[in-house]
T-cell receptor, first 113, second 116 residues
């Protein structure tokens, strides 16, 4: 089984709808991250969480919110989706401050029409 | 200023040849880590190699090596003996240290095509 899972894997939604992307991890890591990937722009950080009570905005947090329900779960919400939020979204985890790498989920492809 | 710069949007290499993908970074931290990830057309992000800022030797992982030049703030990825399966997007990334919040930053990527 995958260590970092994301649901849904693909989603098409309409402008103005609320949508939640979920991320779960079985690695026992404290730190979790949400990124979006757009062609030609690489990965940009939306939000990150160093533990359940610690949530931080990333580079492009406007229009998004997050919830860290437990150490293993980190959800990303789009309260009112807009077409320019169409992107590939990745969740990632790291074990701690001196971690060597991030472990990525498989990605969620979101299309807002 | 960009934290990570990848100046090569696309690269081509002949099968079995070596190729270098460029990456420069910008940080004021003394302690940081540099990473390379591969993203095939299927979309997943695959970790390739890591270099710590205090590591004196260049990192190597199989056919991948990281040419770390600290004074120039560059961390180029070298792929030796290219294979068709190496065709993918490659992202350079940096984890800054404690002082600047331990965030990860990614470059815009380089698309590598291996020609048979």
């Amino acid at each position: 089984d995958a260590d970092v899972t994301q649901t849904p894997r693909n989603r098409i939604t309409k402008t103005g709808k609320r949508i939640m992307l979920e991320c779960s991890q079985t690695k026992g890591h404290d730190r979790m991250y949400w990124y979006r990937q757009d062609p030609g722009l690489g990965l940009r950080l939306i939000y990150y969480s160093f533990d359940v009570k610690d949530i931080n905005k990333g580079e492009i947090s406007d229009g998004y919110s997050v919830s860290r329900q437990a150490q293993a779960k980190f959800s990303l919400s789009l309260e009112s989706a807009i077409p320019n939020q169409t992107a590939l979204y990745f969740c990632a985890t790291t074990p701690g401050q001196d971690s060597l790498e991030q472990y990525f989920g498989p990605g969620t492809r979101l299309t807002v029409t | 200023a960009q934290k990570i710069t990848q100046t090569q949007p696309g690269m081509f290499v002949q099968e079995k040849e070596a190729v270098t993908l460029d990456c420069t970074y910008d940080t004021s931290d003394q302690s940081y880590g540099l990473f390379w990830y591969k993203q095939p057309s299927s979309g997943e992000m695959i970790f390739l190699i890591y270099q710590g800022s205090y590591d004196e030797q260049n990192a190597t992982e199989g056919r991948y090596s990281l040419n770390f030049q600290k004074a120039r703030k560059s961390a180029n990825l070298v792929i030796s003996a290219s294979q068709l399966g190496d065709s993918a997007m490659y992202f350079c990334a940096m984890r800054e240290g404690i002082v600047t919040g331990n965030q990860f930053y990614f470059g815009t990527g380089t698309s590598l095509t291996v020609i048979p």
